[in-house]
């Protein structure tokens, strides 16, 4: 079955970095665009960033745009978020998502804390 794993949060300072990780089986991994999202304490998960199967385009969205890099290694059958210049406001549980055969799947998260 769809399995996606995430992994590489942890607590960082103001202005610091995190690459997240996202392992992916039990799907043809290069066959389907995959995305970021999290969601904070007491707010609605929101998407960060999504990549398309060939990795060739990436979105991001306003609020880390120019800070985060998505990624992915269509080889390993995984998934990266390099997160830069990391604030306050990028606290939140990270999810890896895919949508697959018409269902969405979702990891289980990794929490970020971005804090001094």
């Known amino acids: 079955q769809v399995q996606l794993v995430e992994s590489g949060g942890g607590l960082v300072q103001p202005g610091g970095s995190l690459r997240l990780s996202c392992a992916a089986s039990?799907?043809?991994?290069?066959?389907?665009?995959m995305n970021w999202y999290r969601q904070a304490p007491g707010k609605e998960r929101e998407l960060v960033a999504t990549?398309?199967?060939?990795?060739?385009?990436?979105n991001y969205s306003h609020s880390v745009k120019g800070r985060f890099t998505i990624s992915r290694d269509n080889a390993k059958n995984t998934m990266s978020l390099q997160m830069n210049s990391l604030k306050p406001d990028d606290t939140a549980m990270y999810y890896c998502?895919?949508?697959?055969?018409?269902?969405?799947?979702w990891g289980q998260g990794t929490l970020v804390t971005v804090s001094s």
């Open positions: 990549i398309t199967k060939s990795g060739g385009n990436t």
């Open positions: 039990g799907f043809t991994f290069s066959n389907y665009a």
């Open positions: 998502n895919a949508y697959v055969l018409g269902r969405r799947y």
